[in-house]
């Protein structure tokens, strides 16, 4: 068959895919078609690839070929695309699947745990016997600025004087942009190795027991342990869990095992991103504890026991909300 | 972009055109886009990143503590999410626009949304030590211009195809060439018929004079005649 032939016999064809596309891709809303004619775009489509396959294996003009090409090409895009559904899948993965992933990369999560815990007990013990040990890790100012904000005399204890005048919101916008922050490079630098993310654990480790070690030592824990209680049950579990997704790609670079390190890479950036992407949606609650609530002067005994009880809710939502959905444990 | 799959490395290869074979049987093709269109388009997106930073600033200023609040979080979103935004929306940012780039998956499909987010947070280890270094390190010694991101996300960035109009070959009276042509020479003469138009007139002749030992003619003549084998060849007679 010529070129002109084919053209001639397929052009209404080609004609009506080109209008079937042009309103698929528009937003349900504006479609014109009716739905029935939306149905034969697979049908249709594979019937393209079947046309410009033939033109191109006959040698028809460059000029079709490209033509076709381009339509096969936007045929594809559009039939293969994922598209709606995402407030469920919100939903869903809030109610089941974080903290599945969680448990399912518990060994992730202990291996960042330690490597944050553990830094951090010795630093706060070191920093509780030794009073200087503190300015291993921190500069003077800074060391300064973090017993101001402490100091039992400050009004708005966690924050400085200069601060203290700044509303709740103020706060609460900062707390997002630096500790979320925090969290995406903890997972981020995983990539490089792990060593990126062990590092930034074991830093934190050392500078958060450290802070506590020597505020306690100076005598200023009425004020710093009912301040940090609350907001830290979800704020350091959450960068303990940004670490085990760090960790997981970094384990994929290192020991990709039977795949390719690019194939393990891919795998197991989709289980981080769970990870990353609940434990965000943590530092977001734990900022607005944090702004809203721990900046409060109440009696350290009721911000005790809230704080328990939000160390015991996210104990029990990490443990055991979405057991049994898809027979995970 | 005509011959058929290829093995091992061949000269095709030299070029950036990416293959891949759809779940149909035929093979798309994909320009790849390397390390200066993608640092431009980034270095237009920073741009904009900066003016939307001084919009925020100045308008946010005027509310005092909820608008510091709403700032803050705005740098927040901006810093992490100005390309995811735009790439989920319809596969580039405006920097990736401008360059007419933009993202897809490596099976050809447009972006996920889960890709985009992977590749975006992963800029913090691709920018390190400085300016994307570790980025273009990884992008030169994978064949696909994968930075980190894209790699961990399953993405690539490629050009954006144009739809050109299509142009007819001008009419001619059919003449069947002097001898049997081979399928590439045929199609030389074809893509030479539909792109002649595009040239200037001294070029077409110069290249059309290549035949003169074939076709004896010269100038415009060697033009229409070739013009005449290719409608040959697309009609018959």
Known sequence: MRQQQFEAENQTLWDEITQLMDDLQRSRSKRRLPHSQHLDFPDHYRQLCNHYALARSRGFSPALVDQLHGMVLRGHRLLYRQQGGWRWRVLYFILSGFPRAVRRNGGYFALSLLFFLLPALLMGVGCYLQEDLIYTVMDENMVAQMETNYDPTNERPGRSVERSSETDFTMFGYYILNNIGIGFRTFATGILLGVGTLFILLFNGLVIGGVAGHLSQLGYHETFWPFVSGHGAFELTAIVICGAAGLLLGHAVIAPGQRTRVQALREHAEESLQLVMGAALMLLAAAFIEAFWSSNTLQPSIKYFVASLLWLCVAFYLMLVGRGDHGSR | ?237
């Open chain 2, 1 to 237: 972009m005509q011959a058929g799959v290829t093995e091992g490395r061949s000269i095709e290869q030299l070029d950036t055109l990416w293959r891949y074979e759809i779940p149909e049987g035929v093979l798309l093709d994909f320009r790849l886009a390397g390390p200066v269109v993608r640092a431009c388009a980034w270095a237009i997106d920073a741009a904009l990143r900066g003016i939307i930073y001084l919009v925020l600033v100045m308008v946010l200023a005027l509310l005092g503590g909820i608008g510091t609040a709403l700032m803050l979080i705005g740098f927040f979103l901006i810093e992490w999410f100005y390309p995811v935004v735009f790439e989920i929306h319809n596969g580039a940012t405006p920097g990736k626009r401008a360059m007419g780039i933009l993202v897809i998956q490596d099976n050809g499909t447009p972006v996920t949304p889960s890709a985009s987010v992977i590749r975006n947070l992963l800029r913090t280890a691709d920018f390190l030590p400085f300016l994307y270094a570790t980025g273009l390190v990884t992008m030169l010694i994978n064949q696909e211009f994968k930075r980190l991101g894209d790699l961990a996300a399953g993405t690539l960035v490629v050009y954006r195809d144009e739809q050109h109009e299509r142009k007819d070959p001008p009419l001619a009276i059919a003449s069947k060439p002097p001898i049997e042509l081979s399928e590439t020479e045929q199609l030389t003469l074809l893509a030479f018929a539909e792109r002649g138009e595009n040239l200037s007139i001294g070029r077409r002749e110069e290249l059309a004079e290549l035949l003169v030992e074939q076709t004896g003619l010269q100038d415009g003549k060697a033009v229409d005649a070739l013009y005449a084998y290719a409608n040959w060849i697309l009609k018959g007679r």
